[in-house]
């Protein structure tokens, strides 16, 4: 904690260490003074070691701009040494920051901090819905900023379809919901999609991705991929939440299990994260950091992080923990294993030094020898671990949002605050309470208005106004659906479970550029169409999956999911037709403008199936059909 260092000068506008300070520092200074090169003996990484400072004494001294080394260096352009002198702006930042008596964001009394619900049981998902959108308005309200109004039934819809069951809705199930005049419509709905086996189907198949993502053959492998075992480790995912599972459970059932892949598809994750094909020590600390804890240590593995505050020996002290895990693709093995880890020579730095176990920031187990694995995951999945809950819910979070409440979502730091910090302490704390009911948070976090609230754009703010409504999750982001989520729509709306759209002929190739085209459908499928994993708001589909869509003769031959409903239902009118076109598709009934247009153009053509088909052709290839909006 930082309390204490900073004068009570400091305002509401002045420039705060960690949002201002802090990102210019490592812009511009942490290359050559930050974890790995410390010219002049000067770390700037964080506020003690500014206090300290380096050669010449304190880099920052509070109030006192002639006393602060920095400021001397910056204002005479001795600083940075090399490349463009700091602008005017960035100068009057460090100024402003020096004189105001250097406010982080730590000390800060308006940070909203308070969870605003008990920490030690848990409440009803309503009750937790609640006080998010007491969160998130609140700080609207501190910016000034209104937020979006709640969407209408039909965007609700087809949101809550795609993002808990990874599809669209059938036309049915979409007609039956938008006619549904109950009152807890919506409540019943998540209620529902959290019950159906499609919900662990979908967030199997996401921390799928997370673990290995399928656009590329893995670097980390020499190019192997094992696909089957891959997509494996996602159906034993999907049984765990259907399974309804805690989180620590299945956590613990990932990093502890023993033996051969084939009897337990969870193994391969180890395999995943290794080198060549074999577990290591560093490739399981790294990810187990990054995906179970919200912690980014990889850039501390070869040396000090150059930019955060994490030693090269926190990452290898973390590491001994699956330092006695051996094995490949098909097993892993733990034998009893030392209290310490020698740092290999592919770490550059410190090679050959013996690093102790230790929990990260935490407690150093006193056995000399023991089975590591079971230890670790005891301490990491402890209701009061610092880490796991919250990394947890920042995650869902960013599922549902495309930003964590804490961005990087795997870069929890106290240098890197959250924005919503009583928010995130009341995730953390609900998801623990709840002994990680997966569940339970996710049915919580769709029950809020602010999950509930539009996309659309609405027209009485300026571009600063919407930018702050969007960043203050006060509107609903606009999402890519993922490969899989588009597949299984389009799926749906042609009634073709085994629709394969790769290039009719082999010679294309894989549509990216990037590999050979592959012999399986859905892997090439999710390799063209793959989206910014880290932004799902970038709309990174271009040209050749637009083509795709286009010009595929699959998708222009009509749809065996049209030709069934027509067989069934003999006198339906070009209008009642065309709505079910549109509710196949875009999950919600065309309005009169949309529906005379295409009735028209059916009843001008001279095959009324054939014209439906282009119809249907023509919704799957609005850019509203490949959204989560
Ligand atoms: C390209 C490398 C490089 C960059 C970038 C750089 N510095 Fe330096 N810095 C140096 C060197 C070299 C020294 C002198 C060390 C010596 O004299 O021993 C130094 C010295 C300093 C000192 C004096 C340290 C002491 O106690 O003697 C301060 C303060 C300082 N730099 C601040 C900054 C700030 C602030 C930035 C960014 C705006 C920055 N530096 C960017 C290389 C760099
Ligand atoms: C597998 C080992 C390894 C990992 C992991 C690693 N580095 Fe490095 N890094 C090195 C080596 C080796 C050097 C070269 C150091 C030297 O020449 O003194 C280096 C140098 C650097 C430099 C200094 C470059 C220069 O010479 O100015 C920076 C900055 C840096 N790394 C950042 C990072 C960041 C950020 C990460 C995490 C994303 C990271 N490194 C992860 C091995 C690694």
């Given at each position: 904690m930082l309390v204490g260092v900073a004068s009570s000068a400091a305002s509401a506008n002045d420039p705060i260490l960690e949002h201002d300070v802090l990102p210019l520092l490592q812009k511009r200074c942490m290359g050559c003074h930050g974890g790995l090169i410390q010219k002049g003996k000067l770390d700037l990484r964080t506020l003690p070691s500014m206090l300290k400072g380096g050669k010449s004494g304190p880099a920052v001294v509070a109030g006192k701009l002639d006393d602060s080394e920095l400021w001397q260096q910056v204002i005479d352009n001795d600083m940075p040494s090399e490349g463009e002198p700091l602008s005017a702006d960035e100068k009057q930042l460090l100024r402003k920051w020096i004189e105001s008596g250097l406010p982080t964001w730590t000390q800060r009394k308006d940070k909203r901090d308070n969870p605003?619900?008990?920490?030690?049981?848990?409440?009803?998902?309503?009750?937790?819905?609640?006080?998010?959108?007491?969160?998130?308005?609140?700080?609207?309200?501190?910016?000034?900023?209104?937020?979006?109004?709640?969407?209408?039934?039909?965007?609700?819809?087809?949101?809550?379809?795609?993002?808990?069951t990874g599809r669209v809705p059938t036309p049915q199930q979409a007609a039956s919901f938008l006619d549904d005049q109950s009152p807890g419509k919506r409540a019943k709905l998540i209620d529902t999609l959290l019950a159906s086996p499609q919900f662990g189907e979908q967030f199997g198949r996401t921390w799928r991705e997370w673990i290995a993502p399928p656009e590329l053959p893995s670097d980390m492998n020499s190019g192997r991929q094992p696909i089957e075992q891959t997509r494996a480790?996602?159906?034993?995912?999907?049984?765990?939440?259907?399974?309804?599972?805690?989180?620590?459970?299945?956590?613990r059932d990932v990093l502890t299990a023993n033996g051969e892949l084939?009897?337990?598809?969870?193994?391969?994750?180890?395999?995943?994260?290794?080198?060549?094909?074999?577990?290591?020590?560093?490739?399981?600390?790294?990810?187990?950091?990054?995906?179970?804890?919200?912690?980014?240590?990889?850039?501390?593995?070869?040396?000090?992080?150059?930019?955060?505050?994490?030693?090269?020996?926190?990452?290898?002290?973390?590491?001994?923990?699956?330092?006695?895990?051996?094995?490949?693709?098909?097993?892993?093995?733990?034998?009893?294993?030392?209290?310490?880890?020698?740092?290999?020579?592919s770490a550059f730095r410190n090679a050959g030094t013996k690093v102790q176990i230790s929990f990260l920031r935490g407690p150093t187990p006193k056995d000399k020898k023991a089975t590591w694995r079971p230890r670790f995951v005891d301490w990491l999945t402890a209701n009061d671990n610092p880490y796991f809950a919250k990394a947890f819910s920042n995650r869902a979070w960013f599922y549902f949002f495309s930003r964590g409440i804490?961005?990087?979502?795997?870069?929890?730091?106290?240098?890197?605050?959250?924005?919503?910090?009583?928010?995130?302490?009341?995730?953390?704390?609900?998801?623990?309470?709840?002994?990680?009911?997966?569940?339970?948070?996710?049915?919580?976090?769709?029950?809020?208005?602010?999950?509930?609230?539009?996309?659309?754009?609405?027209?009485?703010?300026?571009d600063q106004q919407r930018a702050a409504q969007t960043a203050l999750f006060g509107r609903a982001p606009v999402r890519v659906m993922s490969p899989d989520m588009l597949f299984d729509s389009l799926k749906l709306a042609f009634g073709d479970p085994k629709l394969d759209l790769r290039s009719i002929d082999p010679k294309d190739g894989n549509t990216n550029g990037e590999s050979a085209a592959v012999g399986d459908v859905v892997l090439q499928f999710q390799r063209d169409f793959c989206i910014n994993e880290e932004d799902t708001t970038d709309f990174t589909h271009g040209i050749p999956q637009m083509l795709t869509l286009m010009n595929h003769p699959r998708l222009q031959a009509g749809s065996k999911a049209l030709d069934e409903h027509l067989k069934q239902q003999k006198d339906l009118t070009p209008p009642q037709v065309v709505e079910w076109l549109y509710l196949a598709?875009?999950?919600?009934?065309?309005?009169?403008?949309?529906?005379?247009?295409?009735?028209?153009?059916?009843?001008?053509?001279?095959?009324?199936?054939?014209?439906?088909?282009?119809?249907?052709?023509?919704?799957?290839?609005?850019?509203?059909f490949m959204l989560i909006r």
């Open positions: 605003l619900l008990p920490a030690d049981k848990k409440h009803e998902p309503a009750r937790v819905a609640q006080a998010i959108d007491q969160h998130i308005d609140a700080a609207l309200k501190a910016a000034n900023v209104k937020p979006a109004p709640v969407a209408d039934d039909a965007e609700f819809l087809r949101r809550v379809y795609l993002d808990l480790l996602g159906k034993w995912f999907a049984k765990q939440f259907n399974d309804n599972h805690t989180w620590d459970r299945i956590v084939k009897n337990n598809p969870q193994l391969i994750y180890f395999g995943l994260v290794g080198q060549n094909a074999q577990v290591t020590a560093e490739g399981s600390a790294r990810t187990v950091a990054s995906l179970f804890m919200g912690v980014q240590l990889q850039c501390a593995q070869c040396h000090d992080d150059p930019y955060r505050d994490w030693a090269q020996h926190e990452f290898w002290a973390l590491a001994a923990f699956f330092g006695g895990t051996r094995g490949d693709f098909k097993k892993v093995e733990e034998k009893p294993g030392e209290s310490q880890i020698v740092i290999p020579k804490v961005n990087p979502i795997d870069d929890f730091r106290e240098l890197n605050p959250p924005s919503h910090p009583g928010l995130i302490a009341l995730l953390g704390n609900e998801f623990a309470a709840s002994g990680h009911d997966v569940k339970h948070l996710i049915r919580a976090i769709c029950n809020s208005k602010t999950y509930q609230r539009t996309s659309a754009v609405t027209h009485d703010l300026n598709t875009l999950s919600r009934r065309p309005s009169d403008e949309e529906s005379a247009e295409a009735v028209d153009y059916v009843k001008n053509a001279s095959d009324a199936i054939d014209a439906y088909k282009d119809v249907l052709w023509m919704l799957v290839n609005r850019s509203e």
